[in-house]
């Protein structure tokens, strides 16, 4: 594989520059990183918001996830609901006085995504997308 390839793949660049995109936001909110990409997270992940889909979307230790989970709720960004139907697991749901800062948080990423994307046609990003499936199904799968 050619180092290129390898570089962007292993995300160092990219994880670099969303860490410099959101100092400021963890500064401002005084919030961790954790906190961040969790609440982050939970505004766009439907119903896949239990720790466990934290843990496999975001690939965080589980440790980080409780504290920032328990850090979240008691400032009252996001709120534990019970399962229904199974008692061990916990659904974490985005509450209204976390919109400000998911609002921030949305903007600043669409302008990465639109610095990243510069000059790549939408044929080229159709392409780019379905090779990036292919290439996560066979990392899931080793």
Not at 1 to 23: C, H, N, R, V, W
Not at 57 to 69: C, D, E, T
């Amino acid at each position: 594989m050619d180092m290129q390839t390898e570089s962007i793949l292993q995300g160092g660049y990219f994880k670099k520059m969303l860490d410099e995109q959101s100092a400021e936001l963890r500064q401002k909110y005084n919030m961790k990183k954790a906190e961040l990409e969790i609440l982050y997270f939970l505004s766009q992940c439907g119903e896949h918001n239990t720790s466990t889909d934290i843990h496999y979307q975001l690939l965080m230790n589980k440790g980080h996830i409780s504290q920032a989970v328990d850090s979240l709720c008691k400032r009252s960004f996001i709120v534990a609901v019970p399962d229904q139907r199974d008692r061990r697991y916990v659904h974490y749901v985005v509450m209204d006085s976390a919109q400000e800062i998911i609002d921030e948080m949305t903007k600043r990423r669409e302008e990465v995504n639109r610095r990243i994307f510069e000059g790549i046609s939408e044929e080229e990003l159709k392409v780019f997308r379905e090779v990036s499936a292919k290439i996560k199904k066979n990392i899931k799968n080793l």
